[in-house]
């Protein structure tokens, strides 16, 4: 008796889309008007040791901490975790809308980040005498997990070019002017 194979059949189920009019329309008004500006707005509150409560909007604080062996109580990510975190969604946005300009259906986008950073300087407390240069991230590792619609090498062609165009990864690679004075 032979057995019957019958033909498999993939399934692939896509990711949200996000709207492809809206995000032309965007697109068409940034070009109509490039310089224009936002202002990104946090009012950030102290709980008690390092724990943080930042409020942005209308929803839930973000709440930064830090681990035991930085003299926190481990109740949330670190401030460094944040801004990895920041630059994670900045860049998934920014992949999510490179494809959708590109009309690719995504069925898998994660990113994986790594940074190398140090407080030698014990956050200027009487620590390591350290240039600001040589404080914050050394080094930053991004892994990407893209699948979908399109050849390895335009999924690859898409993060690079969200990578160039990230707001968050921008400003993390380029100085910017920073202010800070007391209320």
């Keep these: 008796m032979s057995a019957v194979i019958s033909p498999t059949t993939t399934v692939k189920t896509y990711l949200r889309p996000i709207d492809r009019d809206g995000l032309m329309a965007f697109a068409e008004k ?8 936002g202002t990104n707005k946090v009012h950030t509150v ?4 390092y724990r943080t409560l930042s409020y942005v909007g209308n929803h839930a604080p973000v709440v930064v901490d830090e681990p035991p062996h930085l003299f926190g ?9 944040i801004v990895l975190s ?5 860049l998934a ?14 069925s898998k986008l994660e990113l994986f980040l790594e940074g190398d950073i140090g407080n030698p300087a014990a956050w200027g407390a009487g620590g390591a005498l350290k240039a600001p240069a040589e ?5 930053i590792r991004v892994r990407v997990e893209i699948e979908g619609d399109a050849p390895r090498e335009l999924l690859d ?4 070019h969200a990578n160039t165009y990230s ?11 920073f202010a800070i004075s007391l209320a």
């Design 167 to 177: 707001p968050v990864a921008n400003s993390m690679r380029n100085p910017i002017p």
């Design 157 to 160: 062609e898409i993060v690079q």
């Design 30 to 37: 940034g070009r109509n008007n490039p310089a224009s500006r």
């Design 135 to 139: 404080m914050g991230f050394q080094a």
């Design 93 to 106: 946005v920014g992949i999510t809308a490179v494809a959708t300009w590109k009309q690719v259906q995504l």
């Design 46 to 49: 102290v709980d008690g040791q």
């Design 73 to 81: 109580q481990d109740t949330a990510p670190a401030p460094g975790e």
């Design 86 to 90: 920041a630059l994670g969604g900045c």
